[in-house]
């Protein structure tokens, strides 16, 4: 016989929001946790490839929201064992990235540029940039 928990797995949805939420670390989430969502991803990298790509990329990129998740560190934590599906969605995030980074991309002068742009934009810019940093190494 064997035994059954009442208490529902998390599905591939739900881990994928903690890991690219910010704070997937063992020191946020307790030793346990972490090492149980980390054992999952690696038991199934394409699934949580494939959620990632249906729910951020392509038609549901959103640069807002994509400022604020670290889809970079779920890529890093698989680039091992999907080397070119990783490196195929790195370069699809960066082309994403790069199409909203043009004005940034394009500015002269940075800081003429944040004077007239929103503080909350300059950060939405900072943070993406940082996104992309992470990207361009897997890509390299």
């Given at each position: 016989?064997?035994?059954?928990?009442?208490?529902?797995?998390?599905?591939?949805?739900d881990d994928l929001r903690v890991i690219v939420g910010g704070s997937f670390n063992p020191a946020a989430l307790g030793p346990e946790p972490y090492e149980e969502i980390l054992a999952r991803l690696?038991?199934?990298?394409?699934?949580?490839?494939?959620?990632?790509?249906?729910?951020?990329?392509?038609?549901?990129?959103?640069?807002?929201?994509?400022?604020?998740?670290?889809?970079?560190?779920?890529?890093?934590?698989?680039?091992?064992?999907?080397?070119?599906?990783?490196?195929?969605?790195?370069?699809?995030?960066?082309?994403?990235?790069?199409?909203?980074?043009?004005?940034?991309?394009?500015?002269?002068?940075?800081?003429?540029?944040?004077?007239?742009?929103?503080?909350?934009?300059?950060?939405?810019?900072?943070?993406?940039?940082?996104?992309?940093?992470?990207?361009?190494?897997?890509?390299?």
């Open positions: 016989m064997t035994e059954h928990s009442d208490t529902p797995q998390p599905s591939v949805e690696r038991a199934n990298p394409d699934a949580y490839l494939d959620a990632a790509e249906q729910q951020f990329l392509g038609a549901n990129f959103d640069a807002n929201l994509q400022s604020r998740l670290h889809l970079p560190y779920l890529l890093q934590l698989v680039a091992d064992e999907r080397p070119d599906r990783v490196r195929a969605l790195a370069e699809q995030l960066l082309r994403q990235y790069d199409s909203v980074m043009v004005i940034h991309d394009a500015a002269a002068d940075p800081q003429a540029l944040a004077a007239v742009l929103p503080d909350e934009t300059m950060s939405l810019l900072h943070r993406l940039d940082d996104r992309r940093r992470a990207l361009q190494e897997l890509v390299a």
